[in-house]
């Protein structure tokens, strides 16, 4: 096991970030290079641990480590592929909250029980997971880490030492709340499971003789191979070396796919749940220009997750797309600074802007949403500083004002720009000449799913599933009563 600690990251006042990225491969052929490509596709989903597990037949071989994918498995590591041999592998990125950012709470998790080996990689959040934390402490089971994947693991084990592998898998799903997409390895088999609700992506495809169970299905376009479909919100899944077996989908009321993963987390040439983000970030940006026009000279975008969006508000509006804003890719991670000067140096350090593109402009400055406010509020004093006239601001998402309890480090009210604020006084804030968001409206004919089923918990405050003391969406029908 590896355990490289470097200093840890966040996004000083940034974007939200998703916890994590899963992977899952199985084939006639050692897998852990596949793995690897894959998690190197997934870094977007988190960049703060990299993990993999395989079983050679007789022995689990697991390496983690603090870091990007890179790191934790440097190309120069010839030992790697003899050291993490096997037909059959899951894989797992990791961004973590404050607190949390430690080698035991890197996935996958892995423990030996009765049944032998069993190995999971998790994205999302247990919602319940203290509650049921104490509940297996009663029965005697003892935990070494905080993370809500190690209960459960050890939930899962328990169900399944019970029950037989499907059953213990459904008694299991049926007992845990929240967000759940894993691929789960016991011994040379190879599982995936998506909660009730289908909150977080996952897919399965196929490449060559391997099929693959991914949180995005960028990886099947990777790897050269196709995606066969996503899973079903509540399905067990059985990835074979010759094929899929869906072993049963839990009914549900709904689904609540995550909003934010068309708007921002996910990549744009992946395609989750039938719709293609790149497709839906055009849809909104077309939206926002509808919605929303303004008279200006030109478009540009905060990169990258802004771009497809501003592009879709020069095709609507007619207003010229330029790149007036430049990512420095060498500085992905805006490391923590203890002082406010430190911060904007950080974010100065990511982005600069093209003065030919701003000077004199009246600018629209598109962006896929606003958590914080500070990047936007530096950016718009970079374009002013560069000659900017007007600067617009134009936003993808409607206003977060509400935590994520889903797997998306956005946890507590204050620290949300829109929070109890009028848009009059948001744009005061940030410094813009004018501001709009886009409306839930448009916002869910972009993506093209009804709200009903999609989680919209962040933008209204009412949630797929009950939280304690938050609105949840079925409240309404409860309050009738
Ligand atoms: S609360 Fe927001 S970020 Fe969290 S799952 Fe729901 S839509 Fe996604």
């Given at each position: 096991m590896v355990f490289q600690q470097l200093e840890s990251e966040n996004s000083a006042g940034q974007k939200p970030s998703d916890h994590c990225a899963v992977v899952g491969i199985i084939g006639p052929e050692p897998v852990f290079p596949d793995v690897l490509i894959s998690l190197k596709s997934l870094q977007h989903r988190g960049q703060e641990s990299a993990g993999i597990a395989t079983f050679d037949g007789d022995l689990i071989h697991l390496k983690k480590g603090m870091g990007l994918v890179s790191e934790v498995f440097?190309?120069?590591?010839?030992?790697?592929?003899?050291?993490?041999?096997?037909?059959?592998?899951?894989?797992?990125?990791?961004?973590?909250t404050e607190g949390s950012k430690t080698i035991e709470n890197a996935g996958p998790f892995m423990i030996s029980s009765s049944i032998g080996y069993i190995a999971l990689s998790h994205n999302g959040e247990i919602t319940n997971a203290d509650k049921l934390r104490e509940e297996l402490k009663k029965k005697g089971a003892v935990f070494m880490t905080s993370a809500d994947t190690e209960v459960m693991l050890i939930e899962l084990a328990k169900d399944i030492n019970e029950n037989g592998i499907a059953n213990g898998f459904r008694v299991a799903m049926s007992r845990l709340r929240g967000?759940?997409?894993?691929?789960?390895?016991?011994?040379?088999?190879?599982?995936?499971?998506?909660?009730?609700y289908g909150i977080r992506p996952l897919s399965v495809g196929k490449v060559g003789n391997e099929y693959i169970v991914a949180s995005e299905s960028c990886v099947f376009d990777v790897l050269g191979g196709e995606k066969i479909r996503d899973l079903s919100p509540g399905e067990l899944l059985e990835i074979k070396p010759d094929g899929i077996d869906s072993l049963f989908v839990l009914p549900a009321k709904k689904t609540a796919h995550c909003m934010f993963e068309w708007v921002y987390f996910a990549r744009p040439d992946s395609v989750i749940d039938g719709v293609e983000v790149f497709g839906a970030r055009i849809n909104i940006g077309r939206m926002l220009a509808k919605q929303n026009p303004v008279e200006a000279d030109v478009v540009i975008a905060v990169p990258d997750s802004g771009r497809a969006q501003a592009l879709g508000y020069s095709m609507e509006s007619g207003i010229p797309y330029n790149e007036g804003l430049i990512k420095n890719r060498y500085s992905d991670r805006t490391f923590i600074m203890p002082t406010q000067k430190a911060r904007s140096s950080a974010v100065k350090l990511k982005l600069n802007s093209v003065r030919s593109v701003i000077d004199g402009k009246k600018v629209i400055l598109v962006d896929d949403s606003i958590v914080r406010g500070n990047t936007i509020r530096h950016i718009i004093t970079l374009l002013r500083n560069q000659g900017a006239v007007e600067v617009h601001v134009r936003i993808g998402c409607p206003p977060i004002v509400s935590p994520c309890f889903f797997?998306?480090?956005?946890?507590?009210?204050?620290?949300?720009?829109?929070?109890?604020?009028?848009?009059?006084?948001?744009?005061?804030?940030?410094?813009?000449?004018?501001?709009?968001?886009?409306?839930?409206?448009?916002?869910?004919?972009?993506?093209?799913?009804?709200?009903?089923?999609?989680?919209?918990?962040?933008?209204?405050?009412?949630?797929?599933?009950?939280?304690?003391?938050?609105?949840?969406a079925f409240q309404a029908e409860l309050e009738n009563y």
């Open positions: 440097p190309d120069r590591d010839q030992h790697l592929q003899t050291q993490l041999s096997g037909p059959v592998g899951i894989g797992h990125t990791r961004y973590s967000a759940y997409s894993c691929s789960v390895m016991i011994n040379e088999r190879l599982f995936a499971i998506r909660d009730p797997g998306v480090d956005m946890k507590t009210k204050d620290q949300f720009l829109a929070s109890n604020k009028s848009l009059e006084k948001i744009r005061e804030e940030i410094g813009a000449d004018s501001i709009s968001y886009l409306s839930i409206d448009s916002m869910t004919e972009s993506i093209g799913k009804p709200a009903d089923n999609l989680c919209l918990g962040c933008l209204t405050g009412v949630y797929p599933i009950s939280i304690a003391g938050e609105k949840y």
